[in-house]
């Protein structure tokens, strides 16, 4: 398949056996790399998970928060009165608004002392979802029931139709499912009236934290009337301080691992190339195109990338898998497939810096006694 | 067959011209080596290096070819410089210059590769020719051998063998002689010349060491960038 394309792999492949040491450091410190970062994706992602998994099945084009006179809106410090629910409602090109109530609090399964931290949501039973929505089918018919989510069940020990303590009132059990976290706690959904109940015995207003708004409206006027903003779900997770901070940090990590993996990968192919100056410039006495020199230098590169994070990528799926029984970590074609796309990408970057001693590598220094 | 019309070649040296190449006129017939000999600064391995394509003259030509399809190689551009040098020159260095990398046969197979295209025609041709070059340089059993596993001689005659593989018209040879001792390089120079009258080449051969000059057809000298002796070639010094 390469010997198509001439020259390339050629020298190369044949390069790549004659200096396996070398090849084979540099791959091993590309699986490295590609093992940190695979295991920061899917730890970042994890991360993620746990605290916004619940957020994002909100049903609503844009998720209105209060806007605080001297802060930036935030979820765990929002509460939006009667008065701006129904500025809401009434605004021009709005569609549906759903006062959605978010507290974290305690709960325990009944005649046990072991309270688990959760997440409260209040939502309506006639929420609108678009297709199947974990988080609205958890929404009980009675003040009485709440429906939990399958970590929440876990926690607590509880199936369907046992009771649980939280605030001091019983709840029964009523449906069980879906992987909804919020703010690293479990989600537990209960009726609007139930959720207020239990915001107030919790030091809150009782008052909805958040509205779920869908349809057309001017977002940025009707915000400005009512001191609250509105944000596309995904940009509303801003608003939950420990995702931010959380994925701020685990962010700046793996972009750091990826200039680092590109400034490595570069820095060894520049010294590589440097080393082969020499070789460089007789083949291109004997009739080398240049050309075909830098796709034979970016082929290599590419061969020794491609090992290298093929073997730390398997890594990866494999300990990431065993991991994510320990730890919150998810193991999918974004935290795995989409960096090692990008490591290689910026890998090829590196190693094109070295391209410059290919191109402007002298075939006259071939003659004479010059090497 | 190669001639170089009153080629001249200078190189610039602060605000002032060093003239490398002086008004130099050389002709190297197939099936000849032309050997161009001279003290060391002379210019010989400018003229070698005008020769091969690898620098543009200031003024000159550099005819390369038959009657039929006679080319003047200082008039082309770098891409068709490049190409030239990979279709119709052959190239054998002073330090043998082997990719320390490939394989002895792997050496001439790369000859077939350097294009960076699919010509497949050429690849054949050129792979065919390889076992029997390995034989003709007496290297077939040290054909899998590395550059650092064979001697000094060795590594020049896979040099010349990788030079010839693509059958050239012209052949250029710098010092071939300059590392070996004097058994050795004798065996080199017999073996370029034989090569050369079997295979119809016009061979320029640059060397400081006249011991070998019997392997020779021609033989001019360069002093100061002129030739001094003959005028021109078909006279050999012997």
Redesign the interface.
Known sequence: MF??????V??AW??L???RGRFLLIGAVVALITLLVGFLSGLTGGLAAQNISSVLQLPGDRLVLQQPDNSDPSFATSSLDEDTVQAWVQADGVESVIPVGIVQSRASARDTDDPTGVALYGLPQEAPAIGPNPLCELTPDSDTDVGLSSDAADDLGVEVGDTISITGHDFTVAAIGGDLWYSHTPVIVMTPDAWSEASQRVGGTGEATVLAVTGDADWEAVGADTDTVAETPLTSLTALEAFQSEIGSLGLMIVMLFGISALVVGAFFTVWTMQRA??IA????????T??LV?DSLGQAFIVLAAGIGVGLAAVVGLGTLAGQALPFVVSPLTTFVPAVVMAVLGLAGAAFALRSVTKAD??T????N? | MIELQNVTLTFPDGDNHITAVDDVTLRGDNGTVTGITGPSGSGKSSILAVAATLIRPDSGGVLIGNESDLIDAAQLSKTDATELRRERIGIVFQQSNLLPALTAREQLQLMARLGGGSSRHRRGRIDTRVEELLDAVGLTEHADKRPHQLSGGQRQRVAIARGIVHEPEVLLVDEPTSALDQERGAEIMQLLARLTHERDTATLLVTHDLVHRDALDDLVTVIDGRITTPAAGHALTR
């Open positions: 010997e198509r394309k001439g020259i390339i050629f020298v044949r390069e056996r004659f200096a020499g070789d007789v083949l291109k006495a004997l009739g080398a195109t050309g075909s796709r075939p006259l071939a003659l004479g006694s090497r």
